[in-house]
Every structure is written in structure tokens, then in C-alpha cells.
């Protein structure tokens, strides 16, 4: 069957008060707003339904006339207006270089960008600010630590432990690590519940492990790992743990001292803050003991024709001229997520996980993937799926230009899990704390409406 031939995208941002207002100048008042979340929750209005207002750009129509339902969070997150005003003030207030420059507009800057480092710190309650890495995305810090750590500690004969369910940024890089110390990778492969077999865990872990890579929350199952657990299995041998947190930093508590996690990394992006920056949380013995990743100025101590020495741990990680108004609209991103609360944004994303699941068993000849919730098994607010004889990216494309809903099709960034479960691509849908159960009803409805259509034709 041909795929749907896509259309050039118009928009036009919904006034509740009036459509005759440009884009521009809704936008533009919108940053006057508040940075605190809108309205006060009750017990009779969901927090999507109050946190909504923060985010302009989910008040569009799309293709001339359809309203937006944006149901693609697990690949970016949408910002909130707190986000936009700390990035149009960085650059209109105090844009400068970062620790370098001793005038007014640079030591702002500084402190601000600092000042944003502490706030990650804070959030996923690292012991001190000096463990957290700014880096362009969670791809890069995982990149830093291989090409770091790894390099420094592989040889032949160690390995490394990953899932088949990982993303590709935490299997690319160890691949080519592998490649150069002569280290070899194994992999978790799932168990009947399409969940990486932990029980296969505790038996493959050994002397020979010296580091276990491993998501928190699949990008594509929905399935939640015990991280402490799997930190306390993998340190009983001796291994480190690098924790690929993206899914899970933006939707729940994570404590990383609790965790016990070596290495941890996620995204500004999907946590309402921009694109462009993202972190990596490593633990200080082992950060301080890590050669440079990238060579240039910021890194060094002091450079000299025949040799250089090099700062301290993170400046030795962020070689030249950060992302720096990106990271500050990070901070701000921090503070709006702890003024509403990580575990209240998990709570009402469970519940939010539950209806999904539970709507989506409705649509005729669908296959979900990932574990079955239950009283024991919790879910992520998304879903990955398949409706039998038709191409996920039909379904997407007709969901888009048809209905205004916005979901994801394709690999995910992982092409292995989807070759172990014997299929090229799928469907998903993934929820954030601003969406709302009516998402979920307009999302099913037109789902069901895209499957009525595409069988005509069988």
C-alpha cells in the first residue's frame, strides 16, 4: 500500500478570546506570563488541564483547521513559557562568554550558567554540582564516557553488558570502544513479559563485567527498570552502571545517590528545556580519574607549546564556548518541573499510562509492546504499537494531516529491539503532564477512524 503523500503544515495559534491575533503577538504576550505553573490543580481539574496554559504552542491549529494533540513527548517535550522568557532574557539581558570575561555582562552570565549546573545537581540530588557535565545532548555524554572512561578502563577480554532495548546513542559508541580495546559486548535479550530479562541479568553478570549500560524507562516497551537493584547486582562484581535516564529524569523522581549510579546522562530537551544541551551525572572519583574528552580552551589549566595540563572536573569535559543560554533555559526548565512536583508528575502520568493502554486495547487487531501493566508492573505514559496490515507511518501520516494528532513512527532509535521483535517500525504515542485524558479520547477516536479507513482497501 503507498503511504499517505504528506502536506506542507500551515498554522494558526488558537485565541479562546479571539482568532484575529497574529501568531506573533500571542507569542509575545504569552512571555509576560508568569513563570510559575497557571492554575492552582484541584481535585476536579487534571494537571494537564492547569498546566496547559504555559504551553503556547499546543494552542494551534494545524493543516488550516485542525486543532493540535501532540502525542510525540519521548522524542522532545514541549516549553513551557518560563523556558522561552529565561532564553529571550539570557540573550536581550546579559548574552556573554562564560568564565572569562571579568565585565558585568560575563560574570551574569556566569553566574546564571552555574547556577543552572546546581539546579541539575538538585534535581536528581547529585552530592555536589562538580558531578554534573553539561554536554550538547545525552548522546555526547554518553560518547564522553566511552571514548573517556572507556577507553582508559576496557581491554580485551572485559565486558561491557547492554539491553537489546537500548537506544542507539548507548550502543553505537560501545561498538566502536569494543572495536579498539578488544572488549566484548553482551547483550540482555527480553523475557516473556517483553521486559529485559533481569533474572538472565544476575546470571550474566561476572568478573569479566566491568560495566553494565542500561536504560531506566524503554523509549518504545514503557517498561520501568529497578536501577538501584541492577546497580547493587552490577557493584557486587565489581562493574560500573551508566544509566541512560532520558525517558525517565523528565517523569519521575530520580535520585541518583540513591540509585548508587555511576554514570547517568539525559536530555534538556525532553524535559521542557531547550535543545541543544544536555548532562551527564558521573560520579567525582571517577570523573576526576577521566582523561579529556575534547581538547580546546575552558578545558585546560595551563597550555604550553610541548604539553598542556587540564581543570578540574566538569570544566576538563566542556571544551570551548558552551551551550550557555541552552542550559540556563534548563535551570529554568528545573524550576518549573519542581514547582509542580516530579512525583506529582509521575502519579497523574501513571494514571494517564493506565487510560492509554487501556483505550488503545479497544482498536481492532492492534499489537502493543512492552509488559502488560498490573498491580506489580507499572508502565511509562506511552505506547508503542501495531495495527495488523498497516504501516505505521501510514497511520501517523493520516493521524497528522487528518486529526492535527501528532504521533511517532518509525525505529525509535531502535532498530535492534524492533528486529527482535520481528518488525522494521511501529507506531507510538507518548504522553507528558500537560496532556490530558481528552488527548487520549481524541487520539483513539481518530485512530480508530485511520484503521476504518485503511481497511477499505484490504
Known amino acids: 500500500m503507498e503511504a499517505v503523500v504528506p502536506k506542507l503544515a500551515s498554522f494558526n495559534f488558537l485565541n479562546p478570546k479571539s482568532k484575529s491575533k ?9 512571555l509576560c506570563v508568569s513563570s510559575s505553573p497557571s492554575v492552582t490543580s484541584t481535585d476536579s481539574v487534571s494537571l494537564g488541564h492547569t498546566t496547559r496554559p504555559d504551553f503556547p504552542i499546543l494552542h494551534q491549529e494545524v493543516y488550516g483547521s485542525k486543532k493540535l494533540v501532540y502525542l510525540d513527548n519521548a522524542a522532545t517535550s514541549q516549553k513551557p513559557i518560563a523556558v522561552l522568557k529565561a532564553l529571550q532574557n539570557y540573550y536581550e539581558a546579559y548574552n556573554s562568554n562564560v568564565h572569562r570575561g571579568i565585565h558585568f555582562l560575563s560574570a551574569k552570565a556566569t553566574d546564571e550558567y552555574e547556577l543552572a549546573r546546581k539546579k541539575v545537581a538538585a534535581f536528581i540530588n547529585a552530592s555536589d554540582s562538580g558531578e554534573i557535565v ?7 555524554a554518553i560518547n564522553l564516557v566511552a571514548y573517556s572512561w572507556g577507553l582508559s578502563n576496557l581491554k580485551s577480554g572485559d565486558e561491557v553488558i547492554l539491553t537489546v532495548a537500548e537506544h542507539h546513542s548507548a550502543i553505537v559508541p560501545w561498538q566502536l570502544v569494543a572495536q579498539k580495546t578488544g572488549a566484548n559486548l553482551k ?3 527480553l523475557n516473556d513479559g517483553e521486559s529485559p530479562d533481569l533474572d538472565k541479568l544476575k546470571e550474566m ?3 569479566k563485567t566491568k560495566l553494565v549500560v542500561i536504560h531506566h524507562i524503554s523509549n518504545m516497551l514503557a517498561s520501568i527498570l529497578p536501577i538501584e537493584e541492577i546497580v547493587h547486582w552490577s557493584h557486587d562484581v565489581g562493574a560500573k552502571v551508566l544509566v541512560d535516564a532520558c525517558q525517565s529524569v523528565p517523569h519521575m523522581v530520580v535520585d541518583v545517590q540513591g540509585l548508587d549510579a555511576d554514570f547517568l546522562v539525559a536530555s534538556s530537551h525532553k524535559m521542557c528545556g531547550p535543545t541543544g544541551v544536555g548532562f551527564l551525572f558521573g560520579k567525582s572519583d571517577l570523573l576526576s580519574a577521566m582523561p579529556p574528552f575534547l581538547g580546546g580552551g575552558e ?3 595551563d597550555v604550553f607549546l610541548d604539553h598542556s595540563t587540564f581543570a578540574d572536573p566538569p570544566s576538563r569535559f566542556e571544551a570551548g564556548t558552551p551551550a550557555i543560554g541552552e542550559a540556563i533555559g534548563l535551570g529554568a526548565a528545573i524550576d518549573y518541573l519542581s514547582t509542580i512536583g516530579m512525583q506529582k508528575i509521575h502519579d497523574y502520568e501513571m494514571e494517564l499510562a493506565k487510560y492509554l493502554y487501556e483505550n488503545l486495547l479497544s482498536v481492532p487487531n492492534i499489537r502493543i509492546y512492552g509488559p502488560k501493566p498490573s498491580e506489580h508492573v507499572q508502565r511509562a505514559a506511552l505506547c508503542s504499537f501495531n495495527v495488523e496490515n498497516i504501516h505505521p507511518t501510514d497511520i501517523a501520516t493520516l493521524l497528522d494531516q487528518q486529526y492535527g494528532v501528532a504521533i511517532r513512527s518509525g525505529h525509535h532509535c531502535a532498530q535492534p529491539l524492533h528486529r527482535y521483535l520481528g518488525v522494521n517500525a511501529s507506531a507510538r504515542a507518548s504522553l507528558h503532564f500537560y496532556n490530558t485524558k481528552e488527548d487520549v479520547d481524541e487520539f483513539i477516536h481518530a485512530l480508530n477512524e485511520t484503521v476504518s479507513f485503511f481497511n477499505v482497501f484490504k
Open 134 to 140: 553539561f554536554t550538547k545532548n545525552a548522546t555526547e
Open 22 to 30: 497574529s501568531a506573533i503577538r500571542r507569542f509575545s504576550s504569552a
Open 187 to 189: 547483550f540482555l535479550n
Open 205 to 207: 553478570l561476572s568478573r
Open 299 to 301: 578545558m585546560i589549566s
